[in-house]
């Protein structure tokens, strides 16, 4: 389709030059009238096809500014096995389900399972190497956490991925070990995603190229024609090229490189009109809270969950991925190559780490429009919100961890009181950041309403609201999965708004957002996704 006028239903424009206009018209990809029927006819002319949303409502395609849709496809697709605490609710199944998939198993068949959760499964025991071997002696068998920060092996899983006891752990990483030194059972951090690889790389690329459509799939059909590869490594591009020479529906990707040493050479790429690009770099500054290896001020609780199924010590407070002159060597590295820098940070004691480097390395070279972002935010103070507003410093809340681990964030990890300023969206918002919110797939589903149902209401899987003065309201929950998000990856000048000249990317929703009930929000159907002007899914 070269031309095309949206007609006929309410739309919602997210610019406010550009209130409830009665039409869209379109051209070659882009917006080019905003306004009256006849205005868009006059500009789109006689031979634009209409497009009547018979009612229905027409929204800028939604963008969540932290995702994963190559990995996603690596984590959680066939022929990898689904254990989530959702889908099986006790240790003790997830057992049996593993003892199962290894019975059915040829010998020296890969295994792996996804979803391992330490706070959700009830009657948690952390495996290890041995007891894993006696489930699976002739297989390489593998299980990742539901927060992909660590990966429990058996002894043929190290063998495959070469880790053994002369094996150094790499900076960033985690290899617990016995007293010898030979691994005991569970990695974390770097080396999981690289020993992972092992896994992926065994069944092939088929495989992957299968999973990979049905992840970008998943996006588009959500409405989402934005995203990033939050853990983009320099091999991705030959399957995202590919995605594109098959003319795959492929929402438009901001791609993040990981780093894990200073020296890393960024692929500077540019592909298409905005479709694939090099956005900037990720670092992780400290790890995941569920796990236990965030830094924090206050220390976790003490129970039988932190203690016994986290085997943290008493008085624990974490601490960073990097010795902290190796990551401020890696952050001064990439800015002054003019990277956006994206930064891993749960705990409060990481964020005050990275706030100061960077106000240290603003003051030396400064930099206006840096859009320095931090990623994730579970425990960032009130004073860290006012501090990194007034240095412009941006932060992508993974709201999601309220719905699906609110209870165990109040009741056994953190208390009442952090857990009411945990992820504190509201708090930015009121202190004028332009926020984003991201389901950080494969760790949660890919559905922007979904994140503005959690940013909104901010209710855990058990009814309960944790923090109710953290809630936004819609305007705020919808500007953070378009046009906000949007100037978080650096594409606001062309994405997130019904806007002349932007890209014409839009989702056609059954019922209004704006009005819907924060707790029926999820429950709205998409109906249709555009991107560059093209119906790349209709329901």
């Known amino acids: 389709m070269t031309r095309a006028i949206f007609f006929g239903g309410k739309i919602t424009t997210v610019d406010e030059a ?85 019975a059915a198993s040829l010998p020296g068949e890969h295994l792996l399972f996804f979803g391992l959760d330490a706070q959700l499964h009830d009657g948690f025991e952390a495996p290890t190497r041995e007891q894993l071997d006696d489930v699976a002696p002739n297989n390489p068998l593998g299980i990742q956490t539901s927060n992909c920060h660590a990966l429990f092996m058996n002894s043929a899983g190290f063998d495959a991925c070469g880790i053994d006891e002369n094996t150094p752990t790499p900076t960033g990483s985690i290899i617990e070990r016995h007293p010898c030194g030979k691994p005991s059972g569970k990695i974390a951090e770097a080396i999981t995603w690289q020993a992972i690889e092992t896994f992926y790389e065994a069944w092939g690329d088929d ?12 996006f588009i059909q959500n409405g989402i024609t934005t995203t990033t590869e939050h853990l983009y490594l320099p091999f991705y591009k030959a399957y995202y090229l590919s995605a594109l020479k098959k003319g795959w529906p492929m929402p438009r990707i901001a791609a993040y490189q ?32 569920f796990i236990g290896n965030i830094w924090l001020t206050e220390p976790y609780l003490e129970n039988e969950v932190t203690l016994d199924r986290m085997d943290l010590r008493p008085g624990h407070t974490g601490g960073l991925n990097y010795p902290q002159e190796f990551f401020e060597k890696m952050v001064r590295n990439y800015v002054s190559q003019g990277w956006q820098m994206t930064i891993h940070t749960q705990g409060d004691r990481t964020i005050d780490m990275v706030l100061d480097l960077l106000e240290s390395v603003l003051d030396e070279t400064p930099k206006p429009d840096h859009r320095f972002r931090l990623e994730h935010c579970a425990l960032m103070r009130e004073d860290q919100v006012e501090r990194a507003v007034k240095m412009g410093v941006l932060s992508s809340f993974f709201i999601n961890h309220i719905t699906h681990w609110g209870a165990p964030i109040e009741d056994v990890l953190f208390g009442p009181q952090r857990a009411a300023h945990y992820v504190p969206a509201g708090s930015a918002v009121k202190h004028g950041m332009r926020i984003s919110l991201h389901a950080d797939t494969p760790m949660t589903d890919p559905s922007c309403l979904e994140l503005m149902k959690a940013a909104m209401t901010r209710r855990a899987g058990d009814g309960r609201c944790l923090g109710p003065e953290q809630c936004l309201d819609v305007e705020a929950a919808l500007k953070a999965v378009t046009i906000d998000a949007a100037y978080q990856i650096c594409k606001d000048d062309v994405l997130g708004s019904i806007t002349p000249g932007k890209h014409a990317d839009f989702v056609v929703l059954e019922s209004d957002p704006l009005v819907t009930k924060p707790e029926e929000l999820s429950d709205i159907k998409v109906l249709q996704t555009w991107l560059a002007g093209e119906r790349v899914y209709d329901a």
């Open 258 to 289: 990981q780093a894990v040493t200073p020296d890393m050479n960024v692929d500077d790429m540019k592909v298409g009109e905005d479709r694939l690009w090099m956005a900037g770099v990720k670092i992780h500054a400290d790890g995941s809270p």
């Open 18 to 102: 550009f209130q409830s206009p009665e039409a869209v018209a379109i051209a070659d990809g882009k917006i080019v009238k905003v306004g009256t029927m006849a205005d868009c006819e006059t500009q789109a002319g006689e031979v634009a096809e209409r497009v009547d949303l018979e009612g229905k409502f027409l929204l800028p395609g939604f963008i969540d500014a932290h995702s994963h849709p190559l990995w996603s496809a690596k984590t959680r697709g066939a022929p990898v096995v689904d254990i989530r605490a959702e889908t099986v609710p006790s240790f003790e199944a997830v057992m049996g389900k593993i003892k199962r998939r290894v």
């Open 207 to 218: 495989r992957l190229n299968d999973e990979f459509k049905a992840s970008i799939e998943d």
